[in-house]
């Protein structure tokens, strides 16, 4: 059975800034997403996981931006 290759994140053009702007909601330098909501869309499951450890270790209550804006919205 063929395995699925996982691509990292620098072979697929995301650096830090593209991980921080998903964390924040900011682009700070303009060198990350921009105001392209499309293309952070598209991000969001590949870099969640090192967003949320960058988020984790800010020590910041709450939820991260990209948390809020690309997970789906459910009322308990």
Not at 36 to 59: G, H, N, Q, T
Request: proline share 3%.
């Amino acid at each position: 059975m063929p395995r699925k290759k996982r691509l990292s994140r620098t072979r697929l053009g995301y650096t830090d800034a593209h991980i921080f702007q998903l964390c924040t909601g900011f682009d700070f330098f303009g060198d990350a997403f921009g105001d392209d909501v499309k293309a952070m869309k598209a991000a969001w499951p590949i870099l969640k996981v090192e967003v949320m450890k960058l988020f984790a270790s800010r020590e910041r209550a709450g939820k991260c931006w990209g948390e809020m804006m690309f997970e789906k919205k459910t009322n308990a």
